[in-house]
Nanobody, 115 residues
Framework: QVQLVESGGGLVQAGGSLRLSCAAS????????VDWYRQAPGRLREEIAF???????DYADSVKGRFTVSVDNAGSMAYLQMNSLKPEDTGVYYC?????????WGQGTQVTVSS
């Protein structure tokens, strides 16, 4: 059973940084690719970052230039480096993998950015 477990969330002041981690089991993220979603209070879950199996990346306009997605060489960890955080970055962050068999989600990690 594929499992994704996020960590690294917390409370940070505006302008600060956080690095989120996504630990994967029974799947190689360097083969599957992985994306990160964010769900802000009262809003739909939105995709904010993606890294492919060829290490190409894509970002939502709202985080471009501030967030960086990566996967380690072993394919077991994904990261989301978040810099210059803003209050509007507040939300629950999820890592997600889409395979031909199923979609897999982590349980999410809360990020709160204070002004």
């Amino acid at each position: 059973q594929v499992q994704l477990v996020e960590s690294g969330g917390g409370l940070v002041q505006a302008g600060g940084s956080l690095r989120l981690s996504c630990a994967a089991s029974r799947i190689d993220l360097s083969i599957s690719g992985v994306d990160w979603y964010r769900q802000a209070p009262g809003r739909l879950r939105e995709e904010i970052a993606f890294i492919s199996n060829k290490s190409t990346t894509d970002y939502a306009d709202s985080v471009k230039g501030r967030f960086t997605v990566s996967v380690d060489n072993a394919g077991s960890m994904a990261y989301l480096q978040m810099n210059s955080l803003k209050p509007e970055d507040t939300g629950v962050y999820y890592c997600h993998v889409n395979t031909y068999k199923a979609n897999y989600w982590g349980q999410g990690t809360q990020v709160t950015v204070s002004s």
